[in-house]
């Protein structure tokens, strides 16, 4: 079964920048559909990206033109770049991966973004 | 763009049954959607119970079901026990530019 392990949150300043990391095992990134998901404190969750088959990239309408998917195949890494951070971007991000539309989702435990002054 | 609607709050009682839906501002909700329903416990990443409308992961209670219904994916909760309570979400996959968006999600509380 897959396993994501999320990485590279913490604090940043309006404006800065940050990437995070999903470390995936027991499935190879390249196969399957992966995306980032984001909680904002006390709120619902909200998609963020997905990446599949290929260089098929999606963005939420709140972070395009901002933040940056992409994966490392030989690492079998996902990543999310994000850029130009504003306080309305803090939140938990989770990890997601499905082998397709129909299948079931993994996720990982999160990792926590804070974006203030 | 597409917004999911659930119910905000709803109350079971213990052994009970509740049924939570999942309806799409485009319209009818289909297979074609591919009905998700995750539980979100405090604290907890959310965990997939439902897929593909209905089929469940192997750690879902039997308890659990998902269906299509009234034009809503739904996901019911027959033998409510004490463990149940948590924050329920649906999310549906769309064609275009916005391929999967959540819905509004939904306390259960067993009481």
């Known amino acids: 079964e897959v396993q994501l392990v999320e990485s590279g949150g913490g604090s940043v300043q309006p404006g800065g920048s940050l990437r995070l990391s999903c470390a995936a095992s027991g499935s190879t990134v390249s196969n399957n559909y992966m995306s980032w998901v984001r909680q904002a404190p006390g709120k619902g969750l909200e998609w963020v990206s997905l990446i599949y088959s290929g260089d098929n990239t999606y963005y939420a309408d709140s972070v395009k033109g901002r933040f940056t998917i992409s994966r490392h195949n030989s690492k079998n890494m996902l990543y999310l770049q994000m850029n130009s951070l504003g306080t309305e971007d803090t939140a938990v991000y989770y990890c997601?991966?499905?082998?397709?539309?129909?299948?079931?989702?993994?996720w990982g435990q999160g990792t926590l973004v804070i974006v203030s002054s | 763009q597409a917004v999911v609607t659930q119910e905000p709050s709803l109350t079971v009682s213990p052994g009970g049954t509740v049924t939570l839906t999942c309806g799409s501002s485009?319209?009818?909700?289909?297979?074609?959607?591919?009905p998700y329903w995750f539980q979100q416990k405090p604290g907890q990443a959310p965990r997939t119970l439902i897929y593909d409308t209905s089929n469940k992961h192997s750690w879902t209670p039997a308890r659990f079901s998902g269906s299509l219904l009234g034009g809503k994916a739904a996901l019911t909760l027959s033998g409510a026990q004490p463990e149940d309570e948590a924050e329920y979400y649906c999310l549906l996959s769309y064609s275009g530019s916005r391929p999967y968006v959540f819905g509004t999600g939904t306390k259960v509380t067993v009481l």
């Open positions: 485009t319209g009818t909700v289909t297979s074609g959607h591919y």
């Open positions: 997601a991966s499905t082998s397709g539309w129909e299948t079931a989702m993994t």
